[in-house]
């Protein structure tokens, strides 16, 4: 019998999917941030710039929507008025169920879920817009970015735990407690390490103070973001809706935000500024704006699948490809340098690296795609528990077919003492 199992289900494509292309996107990211720089010498600007193209990206789930209203087939629906007059209407399979369940638009709370999802979603990703603007003198390359993304992940998956916990009333098993100390362990030896890697093995670019500012804003990305996808998990569970809908209903809303505070922030903060595009050929801006708001559009789909067939705590294993990438990056900067501290920079790296994977194998554990089949672990396992539950159900037909043979056994036998019985009578 293995130690160690691992459970596959087909899903698991839209995670492998999401980590190839958020590794490609950081590593350019990290190595051609030139190209990602809209407006020149100024982050703040650029970052609101790709808040709007998140928003576009959202915005094209309404291609799907389109495509999914298409291709359902129209069924008809017979109802009768207050008269007994029966009249017949056609409507798609996602609409019957709709009203038999009283979806959304006969929901109130689902208007003011998705109104809580627009806002913190918003929130989210305007809080590197908020630090630059709040901090004129910082840009890009003065910020330790790895560090952040180690610290806020690790946050994020810890909160995405405890508010499934508390608001989806998600049960607590011995497995998920085991994956919980492990992750646990990662983020309070995380932390320390990327504090003196920022301290004594940072760049010449780098800003220490800078540094620790950025991850402080950020910190609501960790907190805010676990709660709007347990708030988009709640919707899943209690509204029939398809997370393409979901997500357009989120750029629909989120777009409308924007539409009311961009020109606020702009006679306000930007009205006698001035702004010159980046000196690269426009032409491969426009390319990189395209390729990043169509990627940005693949992975906020397939992240809302996974939340979809899996849940809001399994986000925690999509976001770890942004540490995993991190780390290999500086890796790659600490060996192409012949700076003796890179080269002890690299003995943090590894240890991180080792932690980032233990915290990945933690969330495995915890979503139960790798099951552990020692010290009880395996015991409230779905996949056990069904493993079990048909075991059990086999001993049972068994148990009942020997008990049906027997019970045929001695009706032969009554059968048999009969027939001699009224043999010997009958003579």
């Avoid at 347990?230 to 935000?257: A, S």
């Avoid at 192409?336 to 194998?361: G, K, M, P, Q």
Wanted: charged share 20%.
């Amino acid at each position: 019998m293995s130690f160690i199992r691992f459970n596959y289900n087909r899903n698991l494509i839209y995670a492998i999917i999401y980590w190839a292309l958020e590794i490609i996107y950081r590593i350019l990211i990290y190595f051609n941030w030139n190209y990602f720089r809209i407006i020149e010498k100024n982050d703040a600007m650029n970052e609101y710039i790709y808040l709007i193209l998140l928003n576009i990206a959202d915005l094209l789930a309404g291609f799907l929507v389109i495509y999914i209203q298409c291709s359902l087939r129209k069924e008809p629906v017979v109802h009768y008025n207050d008269t007994d007059i029966a009249t017949v209407s056609t409507f798609t399979k996602i609409d019957i169920i709709s009203r038999k369940d009283k979806f959304f638009h006969k929901n109130k709370s689902f208007i003011y879920k998705i109104c809580i999802i627009c806002l913190l979603d918003y929130l989210n990703r305007s809080a590197s817009f908020i630090f630059f603007q709040s901090n004129k003198d910082a840009e890009h390359q003065n910020i330790f970015i790895k560090a952040q993304t180690d610290i806020i992940t690790h946050l994020d998956i810890i909160s995405r735990y405890i508010f499934s916990y508390f608001i989806l009333k998600t049960k607590v098993f011995k497995h998920h407690k085991f994956s919980l100390i492990l992750i646990s362990i990662g983020f309070f030896i995380i932390i320390p390490t990327d504090v003196i890697s920022v301290h004594f093995y940072k760049q010449p670019d780098i800003n220490e103070n800078f540094t620790f500012k950025y991850i402080g804003i950020c910190t609501i990305r960790g907190i805010l973001f676990p709660f709007e996808d347990t708030i988009v998990k709640q919707l899943f569970i209690n509204n029939y809706i398809l997370p393409e809908y979901l997500m357009f209903f989120r750029g629909f809303g989120e777009m409308l935000i924007i539409i009311v505070i961009t020109p606020i922030l702009y006679f306000s903060l930007w009205q006698y500024e001035n702004f010159y595009l980046n000196h690269i050929d426009i032409i491969k801006v426009i390319f990189t704006i395209i390729l990043y708001t169509l990627s940005s559009f693949i992975k906020a789909s397939l992240l809302l699948k996974v939340i979809y067939f899996f849940s809001s705590q399994s986000v925690s294993f999509l976001i770890i490809s942004e540490c995993i990438t991190g780390s290999i990056c500086e890796i790659i900067k600490s060996l192409n340098s012949e700076d003796l501290e890179d080269t002890h920079h690299l003995i943090f790296l590894f240890i991180e690296i080792i932690v980032i994977l233990i915290t990945c194998f933690g969330t495995l554990v915890y979503d139960e795609i790798i099951v552990i089949k020692k010290w009880g672990l395996e015991i409230n396992v779905a996949s056990e528990i069904t493993s079990r539950a048909n075991l059990e159900t086999s001993l049972i037909s068994i148990k009942d077919d020997e008990i049906e043979e027997e019970e045929d056994f001695e009706e032969d036998d009554d059968s048999a003492d009969k027939i001699l019985l009224e043999s010997i009578v009958y003579q």
